[in-house]
Structure formats: structure tokens, C-alpha cells
């Protein structure tokens, strides 16, 4: 089956402490994207990458950073930096300038 | 003024009413537009993708665009009690180093009562 797939589902950390959010795609998409969702604030853009070894910072890439080492995989750090962590993240891919398909996200939860 | 502009409702209506769900936009270089329908917890999921003005249909679902209003419209027949969820907008294609990103609005929340 093609698809987008996150793990961990569920994810708790104390603060201060770095955590890796994974993503991998099998669908050949080039371009990947993090983004966080907030309740009553839609999807905001965190960081995006449209080839290997080449990623653009989004609207709120502070706290934050990514890889892009393989076409199919793009992690996401949430660093001790973000001071608000806890959020549902989603990570998207999609062929250039088309239509992004979304995984089922990770809700990460810092205490 | 925020790009991407979607009511956030919540809009509750009886089984098999008629739905209309709007966003509106600020950047007229926008080139294509979509619909995404996000159930509680899990990940959006795509409806509907256009890039023209005028109406799209799929099913029970028509997507409407109106370029020159900076306007996008979602409508859903005969809404069944699935049909609950948060339903978001999706713009893109603002070119150059923009391009490929989407702005989302807010999400709108429904739910259609039996």
C-alpha cells in the first residue's frame, strides 16, 4: 500500500529533553512537509523540503529542525528550544505544486 | 489581514441538509486550490483539488472557485451523520520560492445530526 506513515502515534516528554518525530512516504513524492495544528488554528508550516539534502524553514521553524537525507524520509526534532511544544504534528508529501497527502500524525505531549 | 480566511463555525445541520463552506483570499497569484476533511485525531484527508474557476464535482461533493472574488466554496448534498468532521481549505501555487506550499484556513467544524 502507498502512503504516509508517523510514529510514534502518542509521545510524551519532560521538557528540556530533544524528541525525533519520524516520517516516511512511499509514494515517490519529492516534496515533504511538517506542520503543527493547534485547536482552532488550522495547519501552520514548520519546515517543508521539495528535493534531497535541501530543506526551507516554514512559518514557525524556531525550536525545530529536520533532515532530508533519503527521498522517502523526513525527520522532525523538536528541540528543548520550542517553548510550546505540545501539538499534533502531521507531516504531508506531494509531487511539485500538486496536492499534499497527509499521515495520521503524532500527538506529542510535553510536561 | 490572515492570506487564508475560513469561518470556524461550528455549523450543525439535520441529516441530508445542504452545506456550504467558504474561505476567501488575499493573494491573487494563488493558482490551485483544495479541500481536506479531517476526522477527530487523524490526519486530513484530500476531497477535493482544483486549479480554474468554476465548479468541480464529485459525488455528493462540488468544489466552486471564484478567481476573480478570491473566493472558493466547498458544498455537500444530502450530508449524512459521516459527513462530521473538520473540514479545511487549502491554497497554493503563489510561485516562486512559495511554490508547492499550501495556506490553510482555520478549519471549519460540522456535524450533521440524525
Known amino acids: 500500500d502507498g502512503g504516509i506513515t508517523q510514529s510514534p502515534k502518542y509521545l510524551f516528554r519532560k521538557e528540556g529533553q530533544n524528541v525525533t518525530l519520524s516520517c516516511e512516504q512511499n509514494?515517490?513524492?519529492?516534496?515533504m512537509y511538517w506542520y503543527r495544528q493547534d485547536p482552532g488554528q488550522g495547519l501552520r508550516l514548520i519546515y517543508y523540503?521539495?528535493?534531497?539534502?535541501?530543506?526551507q524553514k516554514g512559518d514557525i521553524a524556531e525550536g525545530y529542525s529536520v533532515s532530508r537525507e533519503k527521498k522517502e524520509s523526513f525527520p522532525l526534532t523538536v528541540t528543548s528550544a520550542q517553548k510550546n511544544p505540545t501539538a499534533f504534528y502531521l507531516c504531508?508529501?506531494?509531487?511539485?505544486?500538486?496536492?499534499?497527502?497527509f499521515g495520521p500524525g503524532t500527538r506529542l505531549t510535553v510536561t | 489581514q490572515k492570506e487564508v480566511e475560513q469561518d470556524p463555525g461550528p455549523l450543525s445541520v439535520p441529516e441530508g441538509a445542504i452545506v456550504s463552506l467558504n474561505c476567501t483570499y488575499s493573494?491573487?497569484?494563488?493558482?490551485?486550490f483544495m479541500w481536506y476533511r479531517q476526522y477527530s485525531r487523524k490526519g486530513p484527508e484530500l476531497l477535493m483539488y482544483?486549479?480554474?474557476?468554476g465548479n468541480k464535482e464529485d459525488g455528493r461533493f462540488t468544489a466552486q472557485v471564484d478567481k476573480s472574488s478570491k473566493y472558493i466554496s466547498l458544498f455537500i448534498r444530502d450530508s449524512q451523520p459521516s459527513d462530521s468532521a473538520t473540514y479545511l481549505c487549502?491554497?497554493?501555487?503563489?510561485?516562486?520560492?512559495?511554490?508547492?506550499?499550501?495556506?490553510f484556513g482555520q478549519g471549519t467544524i460540522l456535524t450533521v445530526h440524525p
Open positions: 487549502a491554497i497554493g501555487g503563489a510561485g516562486g520560492t512559495s511554490y508547492g506550499k499550501l495556506t
Open positions: 482544483t486549479y480554474s474557476s
Open positions: 509514494l515517490n513524492h519529492d516534496a
Open positions: 523540503s521539495q528535493i534531497v539534502n535541501d530543506f
Open positions: 493573494n491573487s497569484a494563488f493558482q490551485y
Open positions: 504531508a508529501s506531494s509531487s511539485p505544486g500538486r496536492e499534499q497527502y
